[in-house]
């Protein structure tokens, strides 16, 4: 079975308009960590956000939040008022507590157009 | 600012070429990772390493190699390089024992072709 799951191949999102990119996982480890990265055209894997397990709240950063819903299993990254630069792709990535290998797993991605 | 370094970020090599893609990180970190990037595949793990001298498969490692002689430098080696392994190819590190918050360090990549 997958991890990581992300159904999403490509979203269009209109200017200054939120959007959702949709994350479920799958593990049966109580401690674990979720990662949001972002990766425009030039290559690099720009880290966005993490949510722990353990994490009472969802977390947030500027205007990246995660819709974390434990028990579905499902971590959403959510982008409000789009910007042009948002254009990327965005890869949801797992890391749990149990491996010492250290090993990340990660999605398919999904490609955001953000339209002027 | 930490960094990890790949040598090139386009590469292009003919079929049969021994090709290496270099990575270095600056951050004394032990863990180092190779990922393969493919469309609508994401990132699949080809080989990581632990420690000096150490190295383990990942999920793709068929038609690989890796090198660390050094800790700072993970080197991902392809004996023979044939047209399948036409792919970007992202090099990544993380520090030992780490808090499950730590994040993955990534390198810009490597768009390798193979022609």
């Known amino acids: 079975a997958q991890k990581i799951t992300q159904t999403q191949p490509g979203m269009f999102v209109q200017e200054k308009e939120a959007v959702t990119l949709d994350c479920t996982y799958d593990t049966s480890d109580p401690s674990y960590g979720l990662f949001w990265y972002k990766q425009p055209s030039s290559g690099e894997m720009i880290f966005l956000i993490y949510q722990g397990s353990y994490d009472q709240q969802n977390a947030t950063e500027g205007r990246y939040s995660l819709n974390f819903q434990k028990a579905r299993k499902s971590a959403n990254l959510v982008i409000s008022a789009s910007q042009l630069g948002d254009s990327a792709m965005y890869f949801c990535?797992?890391?749990?507590?149990?491996?010492?290998?250290?090993?990340?797993?990660f999605g398919t991605g999904t490609s955001l157009t953000v339209i002027p | 600012d930490v960094k990890v370094t790949q040598s090139s970020r386009y590469l292009v090599k003919r079929t049969g070429e021994k090709v290496f893609l270099e990575c270095v990180q600056d951050m004394d970190h032990e863990n180092m990772f190779w990922y393969r990037q493919d469309p609508g595949l994401g990132l699949r793990l080809i080989y990581f390493?632990?420690?000096?001298?150490?190295?383990e498969k990942g999920d793709i490692p068929e038609g690989y190699s890796v090198s660390r002689e050094k800790k700072e430098r993970f080197s991902l080696i392809l004996e023979s390089a044939s047209t399948n392994q036409t792919s970007m190819y992202l090099c990544?590190?993380?520090?030992?024992?780490?808090?499950?918050?730590?994040?993955?360090?990534f390198g810009s990549g490597t768009q390798l072709s193979v022609l």
């Open positions: 390493s632990y420690d000096v001298k150490m190295k």
């Open positions: 990544a590190s993380s520090s030992t024992p780490s808090p499950i918050r730590e994040k993955l360090f």
């Open positions: 990535a797992m890391r749990e507590g149990i491996d010492t290998g250290n090993q990340f797993y």
